[in-house]
């Protein structure tokens, strides 16, 4: 772990400039490795300022980036990735497969360490890849002050300095479908601030719709036989599952947000397919024209963003290996009860929260806050209160000193 005991100023260490970096995840259940593919300089920093070498949830992977010559911890943060969902599946225990990833961390002013770690089902961190980078390296390449996507901003609270930067992507829209791609980021949008916390700290984001643009309409859905190119070959039935919609080019989401600040990511498929993904730290995928359109916009942001977990369960399912019974989730809104007093203990006390079982799809040692919440249904109309404190507190944390 990466402890900070020291005053640290953000210009001490970092230019207003993104240090991005692109991985390949790879490798089997039994065995993972990192590589780097690229490094790049984008123009602007649009993370926090402060906090820098904290994070407030462990993730299921977390990167550390410490200054060379000191060996202090100068940023930290977590993730999660579809790279660690395949390796739950049948596939990735006989077959080796890679995955794109890409992080942003402040642009060092000079030499740091960076270190990527994965959370094993213990709850332990291995780290898998140690690598140096010089900020005067001449192969890191500049982007964003050409060619940048075509963007506009559908709120604009502040600076990014001073807000969290949400970025709505297209996915699936030809150019002549921008305008109905427009209208459908505002619904997200709305959707969005519509819910607790989110509504009452609306100012402290701001949210801009990214005109990315598809050579075909639609999106691809292999069991139908359907093939789009899109902007970013997204399918549904992910790892064989039929509403399962994810992308595993996430190089080209970010090619596609170069020059435009950002944080966190929302992508709109133009499609009327039932579906979605949310992977915490990566992006929010999910269909546009799907009468559940706004609540699982909002459910799939819960996780990209907040890091929340599916509250929902299957009756079946007693225990199905994604949550260990004896290890605590670090997700904030459900429990094992082995150490519950980090959670939610002190809102069952007050009698503000509950403690139920059933969640993170089992229905058996999982246990979640309320008998319904946003996290869970997509008929529930707001998130529970352990989901809107676990996320008022990710808010404070993005944005206060």
């Known amino acids: 772990m990466c402890i900070s005991s020291y005053a640290q100023s953000f210009s001490d260490y970092f230019t207003d400039n993104t240090l991005r970096i692109d991985y390949i995840f790879s490798g089997t259940a039994n065995q993972q490795e990192i590589s780097v593919e690229?490094?790049?300089?984008?123009?602007?920093?649009a993370g926090r300022r402060h906090h820098l070498s904290e994070i407030p949830l462990d993730g299921n992977g977390q990167i550390t980036v410490k200054d060379l010559k000191s060996g202090n911890c100068i940023y930290k943060t977590s993730f999660s990735t579809l790279f660690q969902e395949w390796l739950d599946t049948d596939e990735a225990k006989s077959v080796s497969r890679g995955f794109e990833n890409t992080y942003l961390v402040p642009y060092p002013k000079q030499p740091v360490e960076i270190s990527v770690s994965f959370r094993d089902k213990k709850g332990n961190y291995n780290t898998l890849l140690k690598h140096i980078v010089k900020p005067d390296d001449i192969l890191i390449r500049k982007q964003g002050n050409t060619h940048v996507t075509p963007y506009v901003y559908l709120q604009k609270s502040g600076t990014p300095e001073n807000c969290i930067d949400v970025a709505i992507m297209a996915e699936g829209y030809t150019k002549q479908e921008m305008a109905l791609f427009i209208k459908d980021a505002k619904i997200a949008c709305e959707a969005l601030f519509s819910h607790e916390p989110f509504r009452s700290m609306k100012s402290r984001f701001n949210i801009v719709a990214v005109e990315s643009p598809s050579k075909d309409s639609g999106?691809?859905?292999?069991?139908?036989?359907?093939?789009?190119?899109?902007?970013?070959?997204?399918?549904?039935?992910?790892f064989y599952s039929d509403r399962y919609l994810t992308s595993s080019n996430i190089t080209d989401i970010h090619n596609s947000l170069a020059g435009i600040p950002y944080e966190h990511i929302i992508i709109l498929a133009n499609t009327e397919q039932y579906g979605g993904g949310g992977i915490y730290n990566s992006f929010t995928l999910t269909t546009a024209h799907h009468k559940h359109f706004r609540p699982v916009v909002v459910h799939e942001f819960g996780h990209s963003f907040a890091g929340l977990g599916d509250e929902y369960y299957y009756d079946e399912d007693?225990?199905?290996?994604?949550?260990?019974?004896?290890?605590?989730?670090?997700?904030?809104?459900?429990?094992?009860?082995?150490n519950f007093p980090a959670k939610w203990k002190d809102m069952v006390d007050n009698g503000t929260a509950k403690l139920i079982?059933?969640?993170?799809?089992?229905?058996?040692?999982?246990?979640?806050?309320?008998?319904?919440?946003?996290?869970?249904?997509?008929?529930?109309?707001?998130?529970?209160?352990?989901?809107?404190?676990?996320?008022?507190?990710?808010?404070?944390?993005?944005?206060?000193?």
């Open 38 to 45: 690229n490094l790049s300089q984008l123009p602007t920093w």
């Open 318 to 338: 007693l225990f199905n290996g994604v949550y260990p019974f004896d290890v605590e989730p670090w997700e904030q809104n459900i429990t094992t009860k082995v």
């Open 219 to 238: 999106v691809s859905a292999p069991k139908n036989g359907i093939w789009k190119n899109t902007a970013f070959s997204s399918h549904f039935d992910s």
């Open 357 to 401: 079982e059933g969640g993170g799809y089992s229905s058996k040692g999982i246990y979640r806050g309320a008998e319904d919440c946003r996290m869970k249904t997509n008929t529930c109309q707001a998130f529970c209160p352990v989901c809107q404190r676990a996320i008022k507190r990710l808010i404070d944390f993005y944005t206060l000193p």
